[in-house]
């Protein structure tokens, strides 16, 4: 089993920044992508921000050249940068992590983080 713990949540002013972090434990061999989605009250869940390794990475028009996610393999952290904050990224923030791995030659499994609260006050 794999527990994430997710951190860096909260208020800030519009045109703040905030920096989330992700850390997921347990038996881990390798984790293939981890990513950030989020979800507003009253919308779909969506996808922010996913990072394979540095060079592959991925993100939702409305977050390019604000957001930043990173990876810090060792740490099986997922961090993501979030720059000149809009009301409109207000949301619960989720981490997911892709297809880990418990050995070499274990089937990858998907697992979701509890949420963090960003909010963004204009």
């Known amino acids: 089993q794999v527990q994430l713990v997710e951190s860096g949540g909260g208020l800030v002013q519009s045109g703040g920044s905030l920096r989330l972090s992700c850390a997921a434990s347990?038996?881990?061999?390798?984790?293939?992508?981890m990513g950030w989605h989020r979800q507003a009250p009253g919308k779909q869940r969506e996808l922010v921000a996913r990072?394979?390794?540095?060079?592959?990475?991925n993100y939702v028009d409305s977050v390019k050249g604000r957001f930043t996610i990173s990876r810090d393999n060792a740490k099986n952290t997922v961090y993501l940068q979030m720059n000149s904050l809009k009301p409109e990224d207000s949301a619960v923030y989720y981490c997911?992590?892709?297809?880990?791995?418990?050995?070499?030659?274990?089937?990858?499994?998907?697992?979701w983080g509890q949420g963090t609260q960003v909010t963004v006050s204009s």
């Open positions: 997911n992590v892709e297809q880990v791995r418990a050995t070499m030659f274990s089937t990858g499994r998907d697992y």
């Open positions: 990072i394979i390794s540095s060079s592959s990475t």
């Open positions: 347990g038996r881990i061999y390798s984790i293939y992508a």
